[in-house]
Nanobody, 121 residues
Framework: QVQLVESGGGLVQPGGSLRLSCVAS????????MGWYRQAPGKERELVAT???????NYADSVKGRFTISRDNAKNTVYLQMNSLKPEDTAVYYC???????????????WGQGTLVTVSS
């Protein structure tokens, strides 16, 4: 059983900052990679950033230098610090986690409910 809950979204002006959080409540599941994806109206969901359990991160070109992903393994929490926000960053941001079910060892990918980020003046 895995549940992901995002928080921290809201309305911010261009150039501003927001910090998103995602808490994973897990049982019988070993998390490997956690990440953030986003989906703007009328567009496909796209990768924003991912981070492995060992701390290796990956970013979309559009957010490099502006966003930072981090992780607290003890709390099963992943964060996304978003700076220098642009109107094109407006989207619903979804938390993602993958790993293996402890008993069955089957691969499982889990998504949160999403949190809306709106960048507008």
């Amino acid at each position: 059983q895995v549940q992901l809950v995002e928080s921290g979204g809201g309305l911010v002006q261009p150039g501003g900052s927001l910090r998103l959080s995602c808490v994973a409540s897990v049982s019988m599941f070993s998390i490997n990679t956690m990440g953030w994806y986003r989906q703007a109206p009328g567009k496909e969901r796209e990768l924003v950033a991912t981070i492995t359990s060992s701390g290796s991160s990956n970013y979309a070109d559009s957010v490099k230098g502006r966003f930072t992903i981090s992780r607290d393994n003890a709390k099963n929490t992943v964060y996304l610090q978003m700076n220098s926000l642009k109107p094109e960053d407006t989207a619903v941001y979804y938390c993602n986690a993958d790993g293996r079910h402890i008993r069955s060892l089957r691969y499982l990918e889990v998504w949160g409910q999403g949190t809306l980020v709106t960048v507008s003046s």
